[in-house]
């Protein structure tokens, strides 16, 4: 009962995440939002962070302040748990098959929560699969004006009407450069470039770096540990590339905040740490040595100012963003950013009975299917009888439809250049599970 002058109970809040990048911008997201009661569940998936990948991605948010905020859970248990905590806005911060497997688990509740998902960085060109596993949400926060438009446009061309909403970049805070600040900061990426003579030639441009100025530190900044897993798989990783590098190039694996406060500018070739590295006041180097194009993740720098090449990074001529291309891309007006508030209406439409729930449907394969889709997201987290004859009998045959698929794709990824979305295939598409199996779209 709400007497007179009294105020309405906090909104509870529940992310819901597991891969490292997800969990970050799920943490910081909330956490932005003054007023609410907020959780963290961390999914045990092949994904799922470790403990010191968790402390970076909660860095500097309330959840670090409050480790009871932070829960472990196993699959098995999300349904009751949410069932009995009933949270009023759950956000899915995951892989695309991870949200629509918990998508699946919401559905199961009785009293049902808003659901929001997203997505944890730049996001150009907008991929068909990130938007088609995300359809069933009741909202999808992107981060750019630019963004906004593509994804809009993206799901008028498939038919998935999700509403798209407007946030701030939560982990881009906004600060004022700092000179004298002396470190080269590279921001490395687990699957850009893809080729091994193309990351090869990345650590001899940073090894060149180094070697032209010993005075100053070149380093780069990792996002996990020997042993620990990303959201995306990486090969040839740049620990055994610069096996034999100058003392002044470092490795770290601190936060990223923590990596740019001693930063004179920032390297990379599609990284969103490019932005936080902006909000900051740090300038950068979107690197171009590889060309401009949609499997490097890098046509958003497009007409930025940003772009440069190996001869640029070894002579430490970083750049700051074109005033217009930054009012595009990421750095609007920040009272344009109004995700929560519609999340806000959300919720009171749904406490009124006026907000239909978004079922996802049985999948066409029937329940070898949906045992299959468990087990694909889940791998050893799994242990039912059902996910493990679906990945025996199911997997050849989903395999071979996505080889088909890309063979088909192939040489299209770029037809559609003039366009912020594509209807091809993902151009970088990879198996959830850390062993060979079928792949699945990448954000």
Same mark, same amino acid.
Request: a positive charge.
């Given at each position: 009962?709400?007497?007179?002058?009294?105020?309405? !109970?906090?909104?509870?809040?529940?992310?819901?995440? $597991?891969?490292?990048s997800f969990v970050k911008w799920a943490a910081h997201l909330v956490d932005r939002v003054d $007023?609410?009661?907020?959780?963290?569940?961390?999914?045990?998936?092949?994904?799922?962070?470790?403990?010191?990948?968790?402390?970076?991605?909660?860095?500097?948010?309330?959840? =670090?302040?409050?480790?009871?905020?932070?829960?472990?859970?196993?699959?098995?248990?999300?349904?009751?748990?949410?069932?009995?905590?009933?949270?009023?806005?759950?956000?899915?911060?995951?892989?695309?098959?991870?949200?629509?497997?918990?998508?699946?688990?919401? $559905?199961?509740?009785?009293?049902? !929560?808003?659901? #929001?998902?997203?997505?944890?960085?730049?996001?150009?060109? =907008?991929?068909?699969?990130?938007?088609?596993?995300?359809?069933?949400?009741?909202?999808?926060?992107?981060?750019?004006?630019?963004?906004?438009?593509?994804?809009?446009?993206?799901?008028?061309?498939?038919?998935?009407?999700?509403?798209?909403?407007?946030?701030t970049l939560p982990f881009a805070h906004r600060a004022a450069a700092r000179p004298g600040d002396?470190?080269?900061?590279?921001?490395?990426?687990?699957?850009?470039?893809?080729?091994?003579?193309?990351?090869?030639?990345?650590?001899?441009?940073?090894?060149? =770096?180094?070697?032209?100025?010993?005075?100053?530190?070149?380093?780069?900044?990792?996002?996990?540990?020997?042993?620990?897993?990303?959201?995306?798989?990486?090969?040839?990783?740049?620990?055994?590339?610069? +096996?034999?590098?100058?003392?002044?190039?470092?490795?770290?694996?601190?936060?990223?905040?923590?990596?740019?406060?001693?930063?004179?500018?920032?390297?990379?070739?599609?990284?969103?740490?490019?932005?936080?590295?902006?909000?900051?006041?740090?300038?950068?180097?979107?690197?171009?040595?590889?060309?401009?194009?949609?499997?490097?993740?890098?046509?958003?720098?497009?007409?930025?100012?940003?772009?440069?090449?190996?001869?640029? #990074?070894?002579?430490?001529?970083?750049?700051?963003? +074109?005033?217009?291309?930054?009012?595009?891309?990421?750095?609007?007006? !920040?009272?344009?950013?109004?995700?929560?508030?519609?999340?806000?209406?959300?919720?009171?439409?749904?406490?009124?009975?006026?907000?239909?729930?978004?079922?996802?449907?049985?999948?066409?394969?029937?329940?070898?299917?949906?045992?299959?889709?468990?087990?694909?997201?889940?791998?050893?987290?799994?242990?039912?009888?059902?996910?493990?004859?679906?990945?025996?009998l199911v997997t050849p045959v989903i395999s071979a439809l996505a080889a088909v698929r890309r063979?088909?794709?192939?040489?299209?990824?770029?037809?559609?250049?003039?366009?912020?979305?594509?209807?091809?295939?993902?151009?970088?598409?990879?198996?959830?599970?850390?062993?060979?199996?079928?792949?699945?779209?990448?954000?």
């Open positions: 009962m709400t007497y007179p002058g009294s105020r309405e !109970p906090r909104l509870r809040v529940v992310a819901i995440g $597991d891969a490292d $007023d609410i009661s907020q959780h963290l569940l961390l999914v045990r998936t092949p994904l799922t962070v470790s403990d010191a990948q968790k402390d970076a991605a909660i860095a500097g948010t309330r959840f =670090a302040e409050h480790p009871k905020t932070v829960t472990r859970i196993a699959f098995a248990d999300v349904a009751d748990w949410l069932a009995r905590d009933l949270p009023d806005v759950v956000v899915l911060a995951g892989r695309a098959p991870f949200v629509r497997l918990m998508s699946r688990e919401i $559905d199961r509740l009785t009293r049902r !929560p808003v659901v #929001v998902s997203g997505l944890p960085g730049m996001s150009i060109p =907008a991929l068909r699969g990130a938007l088609d596993y995300r359809r069933h949400c009741d909202l999808m926060v992107v981060h750019s004006r630019r963004e906004v438009a593509a994804y809009a446009q993206l799901g008028r061309a498939i038919g998935a009407t999700v509403p798209i909403a407007l946030a002396t470190d080269l900061v590279f921001a490395a990426q687990a699957l850009v470039p893809a080729d091994r003579d193309d990351r090869r030639r990345i650590a001899e441009i940073l090894r060149l =770096a180094a070697v032209a100025d010993p005075s100053r530190r070149v380093v780069v900044k990792l996002r996990s540990r020997p042993g620990e897993v990303e959201a995306h798989q990486e090969r040839d990783g740049y620990t055994e590339l610069l +096996d034999h590098a100058p003392d002044n190039l470092v490795f770290s694996f601190a936060p990223m905040s923590e990596a740019l406060e001693t930063a004179e500018g920032l390297v990379t070739v599609s990284s969103t740490a490019a932005i936080e590295a902006m909000a900051a006041g740090v300038p950068v180097i979107a690197l171009d040595t590889f060309g401009v194009r949609s499997e490097l993740l890098n046509r958003v720098f497009e007409g930025s100012g940003l772009l440069g090449g190996a001869e640029d #990074v070894v002579a430490r001529r970083f750049r700051h963003p +074109d005033p217009r291309w930054a009012t595009t891309n990421y750095f609007h007006d !920040p009272r344009d950013s109004r995700w929560w508030e519609q999340v806000q209406r959300l919720v009171a439409q749904r406490r009124s009975g006026m907000l239909p729930a978004r079922t996802v449907p049985r999948p066409r394969g029937g329940a070898l299917h949906a045992a299959w889709h468990r087990r694909n997201v889940l791998g050893a987290e799994d242990r039912s009888l059902t996910g493990r004859l679906a990945g025996l063979r088909r794709g192939t040489g299209t990824a770029d037809a559609d250049a003039t366009e912020d979305f594509t209807l091809a295939p993902s151009p970088l598409a990879e198996p959830v599970r850390r062993r060979p199996a079928a792949s699945a779209p990448i954000r």
